[in-house]
């Protein structure tokens, strides 16, 4: 599985950015989509993820600012980042699971076996 996450760029404070993470294989829809990011000096911590179900999951520090989407069709992921914060700046990164039906948080690094290289969104002050 290749995944390939595109839509960094510099944005000013309040602004909005759309990521999009494109996943090759023939099983996307099998898949549990998370979106990670990594701050400068920082672990990579957890954003928001959409299980296959649908269901979705977020950090409380981007709820109520960020929906996380997919577009099973085009087998690609989607981050929506609204009122983006300074601290928002980070590489962010899009990760796949194979889950099973039942909605789970798979919320930490470790439950995510399939990773993109990221993209790097900066947002000025």
């Known amino acids: 599985v290749q995944l390939q996450a595109s839509g960094g760029g510099l944005v000013q404070a309040g602004g909005s950015l759309r990521l999009s993470c494109v996943v090759s294989?023939?099983?996307?829809?099998?898949?549990?989509m998370g979106w990670f990011r990594q701050a400068p000096g920082k672990e990579r911590e957890f954003v928001a993820a959409i299980h296959r179900s649908a269901t979705t999951y977020y950090a409380d520090s981007i709820k109520g600012r960020f929906t996380v989407s997919r577009d099973n069709a085009k087998k690609t992921a989607y981050l929506q980042m609204n009122s983006l914060k300074p601290e928002d700046t980070a590489v962010y990164f899009c990760a796949a699971k194979n889950t099973i039906l039942t909605p789970y948080p798979y919320t930490t690094v470790a439950d995510y076996t399939d990773w993109g290289r990221g993209t790097l969104v900066t947002v000025s002050s």
């Open positions: 294989g023939p099983t996307f829809s099998r898949y549990t």
